[in-house]
DNA sequence: GAGAATTTGAGGTACGTAAATCAAATTTAT
DNA sequence: ATAAATTTGATTTACGTACCTCAAATTCTC
């Protein structure tokens, strides 16, 4: 049977308060009664049961979610994991809020986290955008004792406890690899659309992709990034009006959202004129453009996991406790026409 | 605040016996009774507090796993998740044993399920070889309200529960559509190393990837599948012996395990010939080939994942539960170099 | 060695649910 | 109308941990 606090109080020959006080680091313990306990736990192996904790404890997390306004089909889909994640909060011991900010708006950002410091909750997540402002509620937020992770797109200079989101450099290169693999051979330009270079992982996204085309795959002449702010209608006119231009584009790198707008324009092209095309985030468009073919690739972020990750780091860091790292990591993941879930 | 049930008893105006007996499925209810009872429970929104619910129950599930004595790293690797899943089981309420058996043996596998049978655990887990020695004792496994997981490689026309592994068939045309388009516009020949035709889950990729390479990549002729028994010595030599008898194989798909003597084989190659490789399962040697360019792609099963799911629908089935079966589907993980994790 | 300070013990209550017992109330059958 | 059967209520204990109080024992200080 699994050992339990009055096993190891039996073992150590002390009373199951003195347990207690040693479990929990409360204050009022010598330092020999603290060893034999602590030897006792060792030996015994005992582990505390969470759930019979936390029951006790009666303890609740409140955090804030603050969420871009965008309309695109992956910040949707993330607001609707978050949304779940609220659903479950009765069985998770979590009261979670989202809030709403315009996207791409470091000063609006800043200022939204200044209004959740007041509210004082455990822990705040948000899509980070660069700006010293934000920069600095974060350093606030820190201040007050507050948890705060970033989602999606991450904000390294600042005080954030952590970035739950995947390594945006390596799906760069991986969409590069894939792209310069699947063009093997021949010559032509290859295109980008962004959704804005003020957010990281856009931005490093498009790094990690020009440092392997240009180093893997010199024949492919690179065109310069189109910044479509992740909005389907202006994706569609950027993207129809650089296939005039350039007739010999074989490659299109989409990394950021707004697909439809982009495939929308890939389509009213002859098909032997499509380019080879990567693409970011699995949505209905990205999806069905996959199936028949339009789409060759599909990188991927869970947003699911990271919800759920971004909870548990800051559980974690509410109570004060390490996170493992590895179990954090989200990963990137590749769809092909075959693989599609 | 969390409704509990006293809150329901309160609501509905019955006694918190009446609740209890209503909530547990209890005789000695009217319908009238019960169906005040669940009203208020919608009412309320009650769910119930399963942490609190398991601690009361004091349940334990006994669950067994059944491997196959592979020395090849998936299996060992798959062998450690399991044990972390046992160092785990005292706070997941499981008491998990694992046995061991000979692996490509139906006989012995069958044999060994009839012991476990004998212990009447709650659960039973294995990695399945096709024979119908092994169908009848699932069968058996069954009829003794025991509830059956295949791992990894699956056994359809039996009555297991559940597959908890991928779908080796998509697997497969992945591989193929990877492998096509890495080679496009090259001919030469593309060989194929299984571990053996016995176990379902190489059958399928093989499946899989002939379709996909017949029907897509006509310019690549196909060699006759080499069977190396997921055994890396014999791997080594019978592809050491390939590459003599066709310098022009272009392509390998090694869909087994035991890549580290496939590697060591190619490596003895002169850079120039060889072949572009996707390989199955991310271990050291696959991570390795991966980052110094022998291997193009991995395809992984995360080992992990499958032996956790497992256990919750293991959990699940022996409670009479139903499955969410889109949180269970088990990924296939596709790397390349630039996205190692 | 007396007094103060610290450490320890004993015991209780609480968290939300499960499961049991026994008595009381109600319904059903005759 | 009465007995039998069924349904319901009231109450208790338990799960493993947290947290609290108060008294008792031990150690420390001068």
Redesign the interface.
């Known amino acids: 049977m ?1 050992p339990t606090v009055h096993d190891i109080a039996r073992s150590a020959g002390v009373s199951l308060a003195t347990v207690d006080r040693v479990l929990n680091g409360r204050p009022g313990v010598r330092r020999i009664t603290q060893e034999k306990v602590e030897e006792a736990i060792a030996v015994l192996g005992y ?1 505390r ?4 904790a ?2 006790a404890k009666g303890r609740t997390y409140a955090f804030t979610f603050v969420l871009p306004e965008n309309d695109n089909s992956f910040m949707i889909g993330l607001r609707e994991e978050v949304e779940q994640a609220v659903g479950r909060s ?2 998770e011991r979590t009261r979670i809020r989202v809030v709403d900010v315009p996207p791409f708006d470091g000063q609006a950002l800043s200022t939204m986290l200044e209004g959740v410091l007041a509210e004082r909750p455990d822990g705040v997540a948000f899509v980070a955008v660069e700006s010293s402002d934000v920069q600095a509620a974060v350093a606030r937020l820190r201040e007050a004792g507050i948890a705060v992770v970033t989602l999606v797109s991450d904000l390294p200079g600042s005080q954030r406890h952590h970035f739950a989101g995947i ?1 945006n450099h ?2 760069g ?2 969409a ?3 792209l310069g ?2 063009l ?2 021949r010559d032509g330009r290859v295109a980008m659309v962004a959704g804005s270079m003020l957010v990281r992982d856009h931005r490093e996204r498009l790094e ?1 992709f020009l440092s ?1 085309l240009s180093e893997d795959f010199p024949r492919l002449a690179i065109l310069p990034v189109i910044e479509a702010r992740d909005d389907p209608a202006i994706a569609e006119e950027l993207v129809t009006g650089l296939f005039r231009r350039y007739p010999d584009v074989i490659g299109l790198y989409s990394l950021g959202a707004g697909n439809r707008g982009i495939l929308k324009a890939v389509r009213s092209l002859p098909e032997a004129r499509r380019p080879v095309i990567i693409a970011h985030e699995l949505t209905r468009s990205t999806r069905a453009a996959l199936a028949d073919g339009v789409v ?1 690739a599909v990188l991927n972020q869970d947003a699911g996991h990271e919800v759920r990750s971004a909870i548990r780091v800051l559980k974690a860091k509410a109570d004060g406790l390490p996170v493992i790292a590895a179990q954090e ?1 989200i ?4 769809f ?4 599609l ?1």
């Open positions: 699994k582990v049961d969470v759930a019979a936390n029951l009765g069985a390594d390596a799906a290169r991986t590069a690899n894939l693999r699947f093997s051979g990690g392997v060759d990591r990963r990137i993941d590749i092909l026409k075959d693989n879930p």
